[in-house]
């Protein structure tokens, strides 16, 4: 399973077990527009649709069947209050529902609020992802599978600053699954 983009995106940044996005985007795509109605125009049945459809790919992955929890990428208390909702959040339910891994908003958090990454770079990406997410977590995580998921993936900045929180978990394992990946 590394000869995918989204695994090889993250080699020698953390230690992925798995990495998979459905569809590629493209500026004035169909992915675009649909990425588009479920962020900003609250079709949040684009995501149970997109969750649905990359489900079924994903039962044929053995790897996954180790997952314990589907995190998603959070948003600051404030974004979610301007927004109203996470635009994963569906897609992580419909992955949870049909993959029978339990879904959890709780673990992870956005420390900082933050304009939106879209028209940053690599290097601003980089600059922030160190302070931006925080864990809580007990023991009963030690040693567990995460599903970390998002919704487009660009430079892998903030996938892999959640990662590094997440790893800080002992015996943490980390995988990622997005809706779709922006074509390098």
């Known amino acids: 399973m590394t000869e995918n983009e989204v695994f090889q995106r993250f ?5 992925l077990e ?3 996005a459905l569809f590629y985007f493209h500026k004035k795509g169909i992915v675009q527009e649909m990425m588009h109605q479920l962020k900003y125009k609250g079709n949040q049945e684009v995501g149970t649709l997109v969750g ?5 790919e994903l039962q044929q992955v053995p790897l996954l069947q180790t997952v314990d929890y589907i995190i998603p990428v959070p948003l600051h208390k ?3 209050r301007e927004r109203g909702y996470n635009q994963v959040t569906t897609f992580g339910q419909a992955l949870s529902d049909h993959l029978n891994i339990p879904y959890s908003e709780t673990l992870l958090q956005r420390k900082l609020y933050t304009k939106t990454q879209t028209k940053k770079s690599l290097l601003g990406r980089a600059d922030l992802s160190q302070t931006l997410f925080d864990i809580e977590f007990s023991e009963e995580f030690t040693g567990k599978h995460f599903l970390l998921i998002d919704d487009v993936m660009t430079t892998g900045a903030t996938l892999e600053a959640c990662s590094k929180a997440l790893l800080k978990i002992p015996e ?5 699954a997005c809706m779709a990946m922006a074509h390098s």
């Open 52 to 56: 649905e459809w990359f489900a079924a």
């Open 78 to 80: 404030k974004r979610f």
């Open 172 to 176: 943490a394992k980390i995988s990622i």
């Open 11 to 15: 080699y020698g940044r953390i230690p």
């Open 18 to 20: 798995f990495g998979a």
